[in-house]
T-cell receptor, first 111, second 113 residues
Framework: DGGITQSPKYLFRKEGQNVTLSCEQNLNHDAMYWYRQDPGQGLRLIYY???????QKGDIAEGYSVSREKKESFPLTVTSAQKNPTAFYLC??????????FGPGTRLTVL | GESVGLHLPTLSVQEGDNSIINCAYSNSASDYFIWYKQESGKGPQFIID?????DKRQGQRVTVLLNKTVKHLSLQIAATQPGDSAVYFC????????????FGKGTLLTVNP
């Protein structure tokens, strides 16, 4: 069964903690992306990766970090430097110049 | 103090009617456009896309129209069903890079049985 999986579905973070969101795809896509979604706003790009071992900052990268050690995986770490991390986080993947397909999302809440 | 609510445009239709959802895009250099459907608490689902060398594309019960002159995109859903109730948003590859899409805020479609 092909697709994009994200875990966990819900995540709670205490202030000062770093947390890592998982994103895995078995679509053999080269590119992967992380977006943040807030109520009433369009999706905003955090980081993207066109190929293994390479990634670029998106529009709102401050307070986040990523790695791309494997083609299938693109984990996102929300660091304590991110002052307003409560949001719905979406991972996507695509072939090089094709449509982006999204995972089911992780809802992060700061306690 | 009073908080400002962030309200999406809404469209309410009767089951069986046709729905038209509109999107104004921002960059005249954009050459690829996508419509997504997002149900509450779920990730966006691809519906249909169109490239700038076309002005119309049809899928199953959906049609996308592109008017480059006025930078306008529309999604038509035929015979709307209750399962079509969701937020619909458009995306454009601003500046021609498919890696960096610009997303609209979306329209909430409610289908009344």
């Amino acid at each position: 069964d092909g697709g994009i999986t994200q875990s966990p579905k819900y995540l709670f973070r205490k202030e000062g903690q770093n947390v890592t969101l998982s994103c895995e795809q078995n679509l053999n896509h080269d590119a992967m992306y992380w977006y943040r979604q807030d109520p009433g706003q369009g999706l905003r790009l955090i980081y993207y990766s066109q190929i293994v071992n390479d990634f670029q900052k998106g529009d709102i990268a401050e307070g986040y970090s990523v790695s791309r050690e494997k083609k299938e995986s693109f984990p996102l770490t929300v660091t304590s430097a991110q002052k307003n991390p409560t949001a719905f986080y979406l991972c996507a993947s695509s072939r090089v110049t094709d449509t982006q397909y999204f995972g089911p999302g992780t809802r992060l809440t700061v306690l | 103090g009073e908080s400002v609510g962030l309200h999406l445009p809404t469209l309410s239709v009767q089951e069986g009617d046709n729905s038209i959802i509109n999107c104004a895009y921002s960059n005249s250099a954009s050459d690829y456009f996508i419509w997504y459907k997002q149900e509450s608490g779920k990730g966006p689902q691809f519906i249909i896309d169109i490239r700038s060398n076309m002005d119309k594309r049809q899928g199953q019960r959906v049609t996308v129209l592109l008017n480059k002159t006025v930078k306008h995109l529309s999604l038509q859903i035929a015979a709307t069903q209750p399962g079509d109730s969701a937020v619909y948003f458009c995306a454009e590859n601003s500046g021609g890079s498919n890696y960096k899409l610009t997303f609209g805020k979306g329209t909430l479609l409610t289908v009344n049985p």
